[in-house]
């Protein structure tokens, strides 16, 4: 019989290593939460879990029916099923529906700045999830999801794309894969906050394309479109002409926040 002293030791499980970290993990995640209380994304004030205080959340406006079919306006009292707004009659856009989570008034708009300019990443998966939510209907028939893509010089300066982060969420709430290879800005644009509509729409002519290796992605398919904010539309109107071009079948949009007046699209 061997000496117990210099016996090996049996081998740790990997379970039970698993057990251990996982243990780890949520000690290091209780003592974060009374040494870093979670803060609403808004207003900052404290609050338990993720997301908004009550305020904020009370005064977030989501965007449910009645609305127009086509572009997602909400209506201010319901004119019927299949309804179209003056906006969807006048001036019909390329992509087939388009649907919103919120409005863009001040909370979303504090939302929409902290991921967009305020590395907010965190912010992302619970946006997503409105997101999902609010266009539940057109995710169900969505082959892909193409996020507004970014010129490279803008991406190295901001360092991600928000639209990616959201299109990303959306994804894991609901399924519907992403593409990030079927659509390319190739055009330099300038911020489009402060221009009028005719000068967006000028600034975004031509600026995106549907590069060669991502024709495979487009062809034949249906895809949304998605992005942070919808103003005037003239950024996913030009995203859906490109895709249409290279052979998509059917091009919906879907956004986080979209401006309710389509006259007012400072943001």
Known sequence: MGDAAGEIPAPVSTA????????????LRAALD????????VCREPVEGEGLCASCWSKLSFITRPYCERLGIPFVYDPGPGIL??????DPPAYNRARAAVRFDEIS???????KYGDRLDLAPMMGRWISRAGREVLAEADALVPVPLHW??????????????????????????VTDALKR????????????SERAANVQGAFRVPEQGKAAVVGRRLIVLDDVLTSGVTVEGCARALLRAGASNVD??????????????I
Request: overall charge positive; some cysteine.
């Open 16 to 27: 039970r290593l698993a057990s251990a970290a996982d243990k780890v993990r949520a000690l």
């Open 34 to 41: 009374i040494a870093l209380p979670r803060l609403c994304a």
């Open 85 to 90: 707004s003056m906006e969807a009659i006048a």
């Open 109 to 115: 708009r504090v939302l929409v700045h902290a991921l």
């Open 153 to 178: 010089r803008r991406l190295w300066t901001r360092r991600f794309n928000q639209s990616a982060m959201l299109a990303a969420a959306v994804s894991a709430a609901s399924g519907v894969p992403m």
């Open 186 to 197: 190739v055009k330099a644009t300038v911020q489009q906050v402060g221009l009028s509509r």
């Open 253 to 266: 949009v879907l956004v986080f926040a979209r401006v309710a007046d389509p006259v007012r699209i400072s």
